[in-house]
T-cell receptor
Framework: DVKVTQSSRYLVKRTGEKVFLECVQDMDHENMFWYRQDPGLGLRLIYF???????EKGDIPEGYSVSREKKERFSLILESASTNQTSMYLCASSLMDRAGDTQYFGPGTRLTVL | QKEVEQDPGPLSVPEGAIVSLNCTYS??????FMWYRQYSRKGPELLMYTYSSGNKEDGRFTAQVDKSSKYISLFIRDSQPSDSATYLC????????????FGTGTLLAVQP
């Protein structure tokens, strides 16, 4: 069974803290993605990675960085958390470019920045 | 203008009703169309996908794509309270990228 796990379901951090969100998939997928989900705005892509050590910016990369040292793990880093980064963060993974293949999502991390 | 438009709802229907959920899009290059279901406090899960125009049926669910009108629909027959969730449409281009463009989601409530 497909499995994407995220390190925390709920996280509360203070402004200025460095925050790490971890995502692990056990499906040997090449692609991994980080989204944030906000009411009225839907899912917005922050970064994605199509291979180990490879990354590409999504639509809203400002204030975030990512790390992919192993195929199964993709980390999202908030270098200096701000209140406008309070959101639901979703990780997803997929196989590389196969028609009909799609993204499998983790349960999400609800991050609150105070 | 957003690439993908979706009515946020909420949409409330009685149990057993036929539900119609819709998205419009502006980019004719989209080739793959998907519907995700997201229960409260969970990640989205794939419900249906279609390639190009046409219909696809899976049990009580039918996905419909009209590329000429840039319009996609999801129909739910005999809706159940367990169908209560947010439904997200998503689209992708053909080619090497697996990047998806999502609608904002429609919140559906099926009343028993």
């Amino acid at each position: 069974d497909v499995k994407v796990t995220q390190s925390s379901r709920y996280l509360v951090k203070r402004t200025g803290e460095k925050v790490f969100l971890e995502c692990v998939q056990d499906m040997d997928h090449e692609n991994m993605f980080w989204y944030r989900q906000d009411p009225g705005l839907g899912l917005r892509l922050i970064y994605f990675s199509y291979d180990v050590k490879m990354k590409e910016k999504g639509d809203i990369p400002e204030g975030y960085s990512v790390s992919r040292e192993k195929k199964e793990r993709f980390s999202l880093i908030l270098e200096s958390a701000s209140t406008n980064q309070t959101s639901m963060y979703l990780c997803a993974s997929s196989l590389m470019d196969r028609a009909g293949d799609t993204q499998y999502f983790g349960p999400g991390t609800r991050l609150t920045v105070l | 203008q957003k690439e993908v438009e979706q009515d946020p709802g909420p949409l409330s229907v009685p149990e057993g009703a036929i539900v119609s959920l819709n998205c419009t899009y502006s980019n004719s290059a989209f080739q793959y169309f998907m519907w995700y279901r997201q229960y409260s406090r969970k990640g989205p899960e794939l419900l249906m996908y279609t390639y190009s125009s046409g219909n696809k049926e899976d049990g009580r669910f039918t996905a419909q794509v009209d590329k000429s009108s840039k319009y996609i629909s999801l129909f739910i027959r005999d809706s159940q309270p367990s169908d209560s969730a947010t439904y997200l449409c998503a689209m992708r281009y053909g080619g090497a990228t697996n990047k998806l463009i999502f609608g904002t989601g429609t919140l559906l409530a099926v009343q028993p």
